[in-house]
């Protein structure tokens, strides 16, 4: 049995290589943390080339579908409230559901950060899956595109129900923000 034990120092630089390209993968997460719109503008690129390319091959209806239905699920998650008032017992950190309730924050499900790299690891795997013919099954894509609109439409209109019903809104529209003094530093006064 000479092969025995002959694994461990081949393996040794993969590790090592992973290891290294995991530390500098997530340093250059953590750099990109901040610069949202940048961030948000390179996944639409990256959906961009995942459409062109389904469009261009012309297939792979059912890797879209299913990349539909992922991200309507991300969507909703990223829309739904960390502690449910519906489906959970709340210890006090809840949605306030009165007038006279105190006000809390509103917490995610599923974070703005977690959200974005999500969706585009799934445009990326997507994308990779267009390469394997296996997976071009002949559909008539049409029916698929309505039944997600339908699905789309439907689940939409339940979170929307239940954002009225609970009385919540998952974004920072209209929210105040403070700049600091509005006049300029050069010690002019309003009246000036």
Sequence with gaps: MEGTGGDGPAMAPFSKWRK???VAFQYYLERFTPHTLQRWLGTLVVALIYVL???YVRGFYVVSYALGIYL???LIGFLSPKIDP???ATDGASLPTKDSDEFKPFIRRLPEFRFWYSITKAFIVAYILTFFS????PVFWPILLCYWIVLFALTTKRQILHM???KYIPFDI???RYGGNKFSRSG???RD
């Design 20 to 22: 290294d390209f995991s």
């Design 53 to 55: 390319r389904v469009y």
């Design 72 to 74: 309507l699920n991300l």
């Design 86 to 88: 519906e489906l959970e």
């Design 134 to 137: 296996v997976l071009d099954v």
């Design 164 to 166: 009225i019903r609970y």
């Design 174 to 176: 209209g929210k105040q």
């Design 188 to 190: 002019s006064s309003p």
